[in-house]
């Protein structure tokens, strides 16, 4: 994808540390009853740059601390998109479950981290965002 795609909810878009991961995550939370929608891996600079407004100078709640190039959802490899994290969310009925309380988030909360995941719902996330799902290992 190019800087000025769209966001990407392609697997094939992600690190290739996270892919297998991210496959062995919706198969896990599958088992365990909880069908799980991944909604976005990789984003370009200008769509960060969009979120990061929200909740600043564009209305809405703010949903990052990240700038363009500093979330790791821009990371690329060569030129390629490369996320280091996607952002996941729990389907019931076909719906998403946005509400933070539904149980589903704990349920894949812990199959992230048991795949060794940095998950921001963790109540030590220092900044909280329970969709994300990020690569341990340090990146910049
Ligand atoms: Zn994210």
């Known amino acids: 994808m190019d800087a000025s795609s769209m966001a990407s909810r392609l697997v094939t878009d992600l690190h290739p540390d996270l892919q297998p991961l991210a496959h062995a995550f919706v198969r896990q939370c599958a088992d365990a009853g909880v069908d799980v929608l991944i909604y976005c891996t990789w984003r370009s600079g200008a769509e960060q740059d969009a979120l990061y407004a929200q909740g600043r100078s564009k209305p809405g709640p703010r949903v990052t601390n990240a700038r363009a190039g500093q979330s790791a959802h821009n990371f690329t490899i060569q030129g390629k998109a490369a996320s280091r994290a996607f952002d996941a969310v ?14 589903h988030w704990q349920v894949m909360g812990r199959i992230g981290e048991g795949l060794g995941l940095n998950w921001y719902g963790n109540p030590k996330a220092k900044f909280r965002e329970f969709p994300h799902f990020e690569l341990a290992k340090g990146w910049q």
């Open 90 to 103: 729990p389907m019931v009925g076909g719906k998403p479950q946005w509400d933070a309380r539904h149980a």
